[in-house]
């Protein structure tokens, strides 16, 4: 996904030709009106085992948000195309592929280079989309609906009628873990600012704002016998009160470290919180010191267990069971707006870009 030579600006309201790629670029550490610029550029081909997709849909993420502020744990090199994931139609399959064909709807999470009409992959990174999908909500279930699966499914064994602790169940990762843990039988307390307790509601879990600053009596209140699992995504101290939730042989896991307070560019002192702490109670643990009690660090990754959740996830969106909901839809010119929204929490749901 490097920079192309012939690289322009793109074009006003027309747009670029159909046939040329439009592509989006983050150019530094700033505002996304700064830093974020759509550019035309000429379309990729797919190589010998890759395929090219024209995007229907591609994810903005935080952690594009966290990229912009040099807060990411793996923090790009400027200027790059960013774009965790992508939902689009085949339309060219490179001479050593086998199982796709041109037209096949497909989902992949290449982390970065999806916000782009047209994305070169290689064909084992693909997933493939039910056609009757929303192609917003499709990729909605790439990076935010796996990641909440596979935590939920994959880093806890948690039985109906068990509890969990869910942070900002509002958000795009939340409010799909609400929804499955709802889904699992599972009693959710939630934290995410008071304005969107109602939406949470709805979800099925119990509210609680994050801002109180009694929050951790709040959670003994509705829960004295602690909770099974806590997700945290915000990581610092707020590890600890998660941690003394725990019921005995409950697990925290942390799958980022959002915490305010760093300056752009301390991209990997959010993060020591959390590495400490996992690491000092996996020693606990083993010494038998934490009640059965446990700590992961989850990241999403592609490979074999992405598909078959991605899959799973398909089916539950298509019977209804998840509805991720779709904050905003946006050109790839306005992509700076979606960021931007993100940055400053106004909104509930997934952004997308429709190239
Ligand atoms: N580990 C992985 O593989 C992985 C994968 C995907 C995402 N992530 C991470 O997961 C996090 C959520 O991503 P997202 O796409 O869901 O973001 P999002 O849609 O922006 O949601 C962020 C959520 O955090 C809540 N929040 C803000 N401050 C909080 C606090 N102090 N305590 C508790 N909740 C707080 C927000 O609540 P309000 O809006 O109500 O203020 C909102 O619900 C990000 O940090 C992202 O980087 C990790």
């Not at 010494?287 to 009690?293: F, K």
Request: net charge positive; with cysteine; glycine share 12%.
């Amino acid at each position: 996904m490097s920079a192309a030579p012939a690289e322009r600006p793109a074009a006003g309201a027309s747009g670029p030709s159909p046939a040329a790629n439009a592509l989006v670029r983050m150019t530094g550490s700033g505002t996304p009106e700064e830093h974020i610029h759509t550019v035309e550029g000429p379309r990729p081909t797919a190589g010998k085992d890759g395929v090219l997709v024209a995007v229907e849909a591609a994810g903005v993420s935080f952690a594009e948000v966290q990229m912009l502020q040099h807060l990411h744990p793996f923090p790009p090199r400027f200027p790059f195309v960013p774009g965790y994931d992508l939902v689009g139609r085949i339309v060219e399959v490179g001479p050593g592929v086998t199982g796709w064909k041109t037209g096949d709807r497909v989902a992949a999470m290449p982390r970065q280079g999806a916000w782009q009409r047209f994305v070169a992959l290689p064909a084992k990174t693909l997933t493939a989309v039910p056609g009757e999908l929303d192609a917003a909500v499709a990729v909605a279930l790439v990076a935010n609906g796996v990641t909440a699966y596979q935590m939920l499914h994959r880093r806890t064994r948690l039985r109906p009628g068990q509890s969990v602790l869910v942070h900002g169940a509002s958000g795009g990762v939340g409010a799909l873990l609400t929804q499955l843990a709802v889904h699992h039988g599972l009693r959710v307390i939630a934290t995410a600012s008071a304005a969107k307790h109602d939406a949470v509601r709805r979800l099925g879990a119990e509210p609680l704002d994050y801002r109180t600053p009694g929050l951790a009596d709040q959670l003994r209140a509705l829960a004295p016998g602690g909770v099974d699992a806590v997700f945290d995504h915000i990581g610092g101290r707020g590890l600890d009160v998660g941690w003394a939730m725990l019921a005995r042989g409950g697990t925290l896991v942390s799958f980022d470290s959002s915490v305010a307070g760093f300056r752009p560019g301390q991209w990997f002192r959010p993060h020591v919180p959390a590495l400490r702490r996992t690491a000092t109670r996996f020693v606990a643990r083993h010494l038998g010191l934490t009640r059965g009690r446990r700590m992961s660090m989850y990241y999403v990754k592609p490979g074999p267990g992405f598909s078959a959740d991605y899959t799973e996830l398909c089916r539950l969106a298509v019977e209804g069971v998840l509805t991720p909901r779709i904050a905003g839809r946006h050109s790839l010119e306005h992509t700076a707006r979606a960021v931007r929204a993100l940055l400053d929490g106004t909104s509930i749901g997934k952004h997308v870009l429709t190239p």
